[in-house]
């Protein structure tokens, strides 16, 4: 049986640890609400531009030769792992390392056994785990979280639009989580390029006559790329916000399952306590009980 100094021990120790998580918890309240509006503010604006690249799917598509959506032969593909730079975040991390792993043994067994399956990590813990497991990292971007904004994210973007126009890649995924709520996060497979566009919205909110100026051909040109760049910084920022989401939820679950834990050792000390107490006078009792003996 633990001593009560061993106890007290436990507790000063746990106190320690509850004040920690609590502190850690309001850091990422107070990250996460401000991430939060960055993103609110965003999706409209995503939104629209996906909205109009689906007005103008059926000119896309009668181009053969639009670089953006051609479909290839897939000789070279690229993961695009989106995780975090810190841990204690709960399952964020590995939920997205899982599905990154499974996506790459299952859906492009052939290419990775041929050495033909590269990996572009944002964020430490991604970068850790798939350098220790000897997965091919061409590049990784650990720094784009310091300083979270769109025109440190565009030059990478770009240069990935880059890469698959070059032909360097013929298919271009992104992983990351996309935020719902502080206590949810969606796990993404997201299709980069070539570009998929999904008419859902279209069909529900009926075709609408856009005017284009000057020529629909100009504004293909130009909005498609602008487009692809938005879609890459939102699936960061996405997974910026949820990392503070998932980081304040386990820091909450960890500072009530130390509040927990200080009553339950409380209550062992206080019956120890009482037992010793107890135990003394029962003593104290049996040594008089032997002088009047």
Do not use: W
């Amino acid at each position: 049986m633990e001593s009560l100094k061993e106890i007290r021990t436990r507790i000063a120790s746990v106190r320690s640890t509850r004040k920690i998580t609590s502190a850690m918890k309001m850091v990422a309240a107070s990250k996460l609400r401000k991430a939060q509006d960055r993103i609110i503010q965003l999706r409209p604006y995503a939104n629209k531009l996906h909205e109009v690249l689906a007005s103008l799917n059926e000119d896309i598509q009668e181009n053969e030769e639009n670089i953006f959506t051609s479909e290839r032969e897939l000789e070279k593909v690229l993961i695009v792992v989106v995780t975090s730079n810190r841990g204690l975040c709960g399952p964020f991390n590995a939920n997205v390392i899982r599905q990154s792993l499974e996506l790459a043994h299952e859906t492009y067994t052939d290419l990775l056994q041929k050495g033909n399956l590269q990996f572009l990590t944002i964020g430490k813990k991604g970068t850790e785990l798939l350098k220790s497991r000897k997965y091919q990292i061409v590049a990784s971007y650990n720094e784009l979280f310091d300083d979270l904004s769109f025109d440190k994210v565009a030059p990478l973007a770009e240069q990935t639009i880059n890469d698959f126009l070059n032909a360097k890649y013929d298919k271009i995924e992104l992983v990351y989580n996309q935020f719902k709520n502080a206590a949810v996060q969606i796990l993404t497979v997201e299709q980069f390029l070539p570009i998929e566009i999904d008419l859902t919205h279209d069909k529900e909110t009926g075709n609408l006559d856009y005017i284009f100026e000057p020529d629909k051909d100009h504004i293909i040109k130009k909005i498609i790329p602008r487009a692809l760049k938005i879609q890459f910084y939102k699936a960061i920022l996405d997974s910026y916000v949820s990392e503070q989401g998932a980081r304040m939820t386990a820091m909450h679950q960890a500072t009530d399952n130390a509040t927990e834990l200080i009553r339950e050792l409380t209550l062992h000390y206080n019956k120890a306590r009482q037992a010793a107490i107890t135990k003394e006078i029962l003593e104290i009792v049996g040594g008089a009980e032997a002088l009047r003996g």
